[in-house]
């Protein structure tokens, strides 16, 4: 069973950092994009970054390329979301998710994945 648990959330005042963890287990195929989405509140889903497991290329969504930072750990399994220079704006709930056959990382990114992890808050305070 694929299952994928987030952490790393939490208050930081703008300008601030925060790094979120996703853990991920239960991988049987080895072709897959994982990433990370958000949603603030009354707002759609968004993907805001991800990374494809065959050759490691990445997609940033435009609003945090600069900022944020998205890299992978095959041997723990995981996947780290760096976020700096953090702007009211990027105030969410973060969400790791994956999508196995789909090795393109823009396509990946656009939301239609198998599995969803629940939830990690982000608060930027001004």
């Known amino acids: 069973e694929v299952q994928l648990q987030a952490s790393g959330g939490g208050l930081v005042q703008v300008g601030g950092s925060l790094r979120l963890s996703c853990a991920a287990s239960?991988?049987?195929?080895?072709?897959?994009?994982i990433g990370w989405f958000r949603q603030a509140p009354g707002q759609e889903r968004e993907g805001v970054a991800c990374?494809?497991?065959?050759?490691?290329?990445?997609y940033y969504q435009g609003p945090v390329k600069g900022r944020f930072t998205i890299s992978g750990d095959n041997t723990q399994n995981a996947v780290y979301l760096q976020m700096s220079t953090l702007k009211p704006e990027d105030t969410a709930v973060y969400y790791c998710?994956?999508?196995?056959?789909?090795?393109?990382?823009?396509?990946?990114?656009?939301?239609?994945?198998?599995?969803w992890g629940k939830g990690t808050l982000v608060t930027v305070s001004s």
């Open positions: 998710a994956a999508v196995f056959g789909v090795t393109n990382p823009k396509i990946g990114c656009r939301g239609d994945m198998d599995y």
């Open positions: 239960g991988f049987t195929r080895d072709e897959y994009t």
């Open positions: 990374i494809s497991s065959s050759d490691g290329s990445i």
